[in-house]
């Protein structure tokens, strides 16, 4: 699967929008308007306004609501709620070349930047579901952390986010693990 498409940035946007949030400290890195235009913008993005404080507070409440696909083993769990997120949502998908190539966009015609942006992350994540990658979307099996990540991979075995060098780590202490029972093995001979 590819994620330098729209689709695929689509998608990236949710994870972005959804790691800001580290459920396993509670830190919250989105929290101005700036922050989140800027979370925006480096998904390819045009958000030509500041973000208000209302509508950043509905990009903070959109992240449980997508975080919940990634690692749910139950699929059609996960459909039902984003489908139903796009009822919410009114979405009305529109073909369009505004800037000189065909899109799709998914929200009502001059929706706000939040209801533009949760349509589009929610039809991206059912755009991966539907071309039969729902396992692609992980939660980072790192100790101390609970990222989502998309697995782009061929195989598709990704274990760990690569934001916070969960693998390494992970690397690192299978490997102190290894030498520990080795020694202790050793031990035994004697
Ligand atoms: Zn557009
Ligand atoms: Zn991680």
């Known amino acids: ?21 580290d459920v396993m400290t509670g830190t919250d890195t989105l929290t101005s308007g700036n922050e989140a235009a800027a979370l925006l913008r480096r998904r390819g993005w045009v958000v030509d306004r ?14 449980p ?7 749910n083993a139950d699929v059609a769990k996960s459909v039902e709620d984003l489908n139903r997120l796009l009822r919410e949502l009114q979405a009305q998908p529109q073909l369009t070349d505004h800037d000189g190539a065909w899109h799709w966009h998914y929200a009502r015609p001059k929706a706000p930047l939040p ?8 039809m991206a994540l059912l755009t991966v579901i539907a ?12 100790s101390d952390c609970a990222n989502v990540f998309i697995d782009a991979s061929r195989p598709g075995s990704r274990r760990f986010c690569d934001s916070k060098g ?8 299978a490997y102190r693990e290894r030498k520990k029972h080795a020694a202790s093995d050793d031990d035994m001979s004697y």
Do not use: Q, W
């Open 166 to 173: 969960c693998g390494n780590r992970a690397h690192v202490s």
């Open 131 to 142: 071309e039969g990658d729902a396992p692609r979307l992980k939660v980072c099996e790192g």
């Open 1 to 21: 699967m590819a994620l330098n498409d729209y689709t695929g940035r689509a998608a990236l946007t949710a994870v972005d929008l959804i790691n800001s949030y």
């Open 115 to 122: 209801e533009r942006v949760a349509t589009t992350c929610v």
């Open 50 to 63: 500041p973000v208000s404080a209302a509508n950043l507070g509905r990009l903070r409440d959109l992240r």
């Open 65 to 71: 609501r997508l975080r919940f696909v990634f690692g």
